[in-house]
């Protein structure tokens, strides 16, 4: 399984962004997905997460902000981000799991900033 993240770039405050993340071969077995984020200097966090069958969880920095959805026709995950803010700065990762087995995009960076 791979997964390419895409839709990051440079946004200014209060801006919005969509990203957008595709996985490419079987994802039998999944279990959860969501994304994550790394700022500079800082270790990488959790954004949002769905558990299968579980409720969506989201960060309380993403809360009221971001919304992740799925169109599971497509295999296709996305994260719309309004009202940023420059600390949402960072480079933001896809995440699944298939079983026990957690499988990352490559990141997309995302930079908030005037």
């Known amino acids: 399984v791979q997964l390419q993240a895409s839709g990051g770039g440079l946004v200014q405050p209060g801006g919005s962004l969509r990203l957008s993340c595709a996985a490419s071969g079987s994802i039998f077995g999944l279990n959860r997905m969501g994304w994550f984020r790394q700022a500079p200097g800082k270790q990488r966090e959790l954004v949002v997460g769905?558990?299968?069958?579980?409720?969506?969880n989201y960060s309380d920095s993403a809360k009221g902000r971001f919304t992740i959805s799925v169109d599971s026709a497509k295999n296709n995950m996305y994260l719309e981000m309004i009202s940023l803010k420059p600390e949402d700065t960072a480079v933001y990762f896809c995440?699944?799991?298939?079983?026990?087995?957690?499988?990352w995009g490559k990141g997309t960076l995302v930079t908030v900033s005037s």
């Open positions: 995440h699944i799991r298939l079983y026990d087995t957690d499988y």
């Open positions: 769905i558990p299968s069958g579980g409720s969506t």
